[in-house]
């Protein structure tokens, strides 16, 4: 079988219904906003979009990509911004399958030249146990719900084969760099100053500082029956460290 790509804006409802006619089933998720502007309120509108562009596309099947400690509320980022779009999901009659994924392995991709010089930046405490994943995990486990029967929707959490801290990253580049690398907690009360510098506006900073704030008060999803991934830490950090190494 082959495939064909097809370029819309996820923001036309309309033009992405008529990409949902091609085919019987979806994979959703809802795209980042630039950092530069509102976040909050650009993902809000692209996930409106989705979930207007379902009505009357016919797919018998949608499998959703949302996150762990998805929780009602503003301020808090994608945990807010995603728990909205998977009420709104459920609300419609598509049968819709819920694929919950832990904090990406992939966001400490940015800190590969930190890292280089024996620093690695969080916002997480040190010893602050998340569960991670690496995204091609929950790529595959996508895929595997997205072919099963209609009736087998629900909630599923996909995580790694376990839970890292900070300073287990820090370990894992020191291996894979050959050197000593040292976890550089951010406080809170720098949170927003931090992103700014990044290139955040205002809004989003204050959003991802909230986001970052409500996973500390609320400590990590620990839900039962999770879909574990093969791809450990120390294994997803030797395959960045290898590819920044040729690139």
Do not use: C
Request: charged share 20%.
């Amino acid at each position: 079988m082959g495939a064909s790509i097809a370029v819309v804006d996820v923001g036309d409802a309309v033009a992405l219904r008529a990409i949902f006619r091609t085919g019987p089933r979806a994979f959703l998720l809802n795209p980042p906003a630039p950092v530069s502007g509102d976040t909050d309120t650009e993902e809000r509108r692209t996930a409106s979009s989705i979930v207007e562009a379902l009505n009357g596309s016919g797919l018998e099947k949608v499998v959703a990509q949302l996150t762990y400690g998805a929780q009602p509320g503003r301020g808090k980022g994608d945990l807010s911004v995603l728990h909205e779009f998977e009420e709104a999901l459920r609300a419609q009659p598509i049968p819709v399958t819920i694929q919950r994924g832990a904090y990406y392995m992939s966001n400490w991709d940015s800190m590969v030249d930190a890292a280089r010089q024996g620093n690695l930046p969080s916002m997480f405490p040190a010893d602050f146990a998340l569960p991670m994943v690496a995204p091609a995990d929950l790529g595959k486990e996508a895929a595997s719900l997205l072919m099963q029967s209609p009736s087998n929707s629900g909630t599923i959490h996909t995580e790694g084969p376990g839970r890292y801290t900070p300073r287990n990253v820090a370990d894992a580049f020191a291996t894979s760099l050959g050197r000593r690398v040292e976890v550089a907690v951010t406080p809170p009360e720098e949170w927003e100053d931090t992103f700014r510098k990044l290139g955040f506006s205002a809004e989003a900073a204050r959003s991802f500082a909230g986001m970052t704030a409500a996973t500390l008060d609320g400590g990590a999803d620990r839900p039962t029956g999770t879909k574990q991934g093969e791809t450990t830490l120390v294994e997803y950090v030797d395959n960045l460290i290898a590819r920044t190494k040729t690139n």
